[in-house]
């Protein structure tokens, strides 16, 4: 699939060539104006990735229905900074918009959000957007509300999360005892992979390929479309399709700059981000089924362990129990109402 390899032509008015003989400022020529609200949203992800491909084209489309008072720009793959960073540019104001995985910075400052990321807790898509298109979703949205910032109703997708070696295969829970694995900064990944006995090493993701080739870790874990688009191919050997986490991406704005908005234009830009959001979970959703054979071709070697015995380690460990306490009964039984029984 060529979709993580889509480039955009961003197209501008065309400038026209003006003779001095009276054709200036003639009334048939229409000139180009800046646009009235011009706002930045900064992602983590790699340009070509499904995520900014989607947005642009959301920004393109809310540029045009609003006659071009409303310009977003897109500015991915840490341009701006890490998440931290960019998270706290968005709280004060320096920066529009921004796409974060609540399991991840967000967790800071609404820990709760971070449910939708408890280890091997949802079996298919099917379930994932069960929940974060419903009653849990609606509830965590209420949540990063009261928090003071805005939240698009529709979440973006980043795939189910699989674990990369440049040392060994993962088939068991043992192989990742000691293993020094990159996760994002963000407790639940801390959680899981030391309930897994393994030794996770918070790196924010513009320094993740550096880390692997330098060997400051052995693995990570990603999907598999972030995989390929941030070439992590090169610098891993083995791929285990764990899917052990689903992650996705809360589209956030700041408080202050949305009011800002006519009315009008805030209800184009909220239907088209969320219209295209729905597009983006299509598009994840088979490159992820179409790149196993891809990055096999580009020398990862994938194996398929069993699951099983991962949840097993998990609950014996203790990890869902002390889920279930961290996040409450409110959300937990919100969650298992999806899922089913995971304590």
């Given amino acids: 699939m060529a979709m993580n390899r889509r480039n955009f032509l961003v197209t501008g008015a065309g400038s026209v060539a003006v003779a001095a003989s ?6 048939w020529i ?3 104006q800046a646009a009235e609200f011009t706002y930045k949203v900064g992602t983590d992800l790699p340009a070509s990735h499904p995520l900014n491909v989607r947005i642009q084209e959301a920004a ?20 701006l900074g890490g998440d931290p960073d960019m998270f706290a540019q968005l709280r004060a104001g320096a920066l529009e918009f921004f796409t974060l995985s609540g399991a991840n910075a967000l ?23 069960a929940a974060l298109d419903g009653e849990l979703g609606a509830h965590l949205r209420g949540l990063i509300t009261k928090a003071g910032l805005v939240v698009q109703d529709k979440v973006w997708d980043n795939g189910f999360r699989q674990i990369t070696s440049s040392t060994k295969a993962i088939r068991t829970p043992a192989d990742l005892q000691g ?7 963000g407790r639940l990944w801390i959680s899981l992979f030391r309930g897994l006995s393994a030794a996770p090493t918070s790196i924010s993701f513009n320094e993740v390929y550096s880390a692997l080739q330098t060997k400051v870790v052995e693995g990570q874990e990603n999907a598999l479309a972030v995989v390929d688009t941030a070439k992590l191919y090169e610098v891993q050997k083995y791929c285990s399709m764990t899917s052990h986490m689903w992650d996705g991406f809360w589209f956030l704005g700041n408080r202050a700059a949305w009011d800002k908005l006519p009315a009008n234009v805030r209800d184009i830009v909220s239907k088209n981000l969320n219209s295209y959001a729905l597009q983006q979970r299509k598009d994840v959703a088979q490159l992820n089924a179409s790149l196993q054979a891809t990055l096999e071709g580009k020398g990862l070697v994938i194996n398929s362990p ?31 109402k999806v899922t089913g029984k995971l304590a």
């Fill in 22 to 27: 009276g054709m200036l400022g003639a009334p």
């Fill in 30 to 32: 229409r000139r180009a």
């Fill in 60 to 79: 393109n489309a809310i540029r045009k229905e609003t006659d071009g008072r409303m310009e977003i720009r897109v500015f991915p793959n840490n341009q």
């Fill in 107 to 129: 967790s800071a400052l609404v820990p709760k959000t971070a449910i939708s990321g408890v280890g091997f807790a949802f079996k298919d898509y099917g379930q994932v957007f």
């Fill in 179 to 185: 293993m020094k694995i990159r996760v994002p900064p």
């Fill in 306 to 336: 069993d699951m099983t015995a991962f949840r097993d380690v998990l609950r014996k460990s203790g990890f869902y129990a002390e889920q279930k306490q961290f996040f409450g009964e409110e959300e937990w039984a919100l969650l298992e």
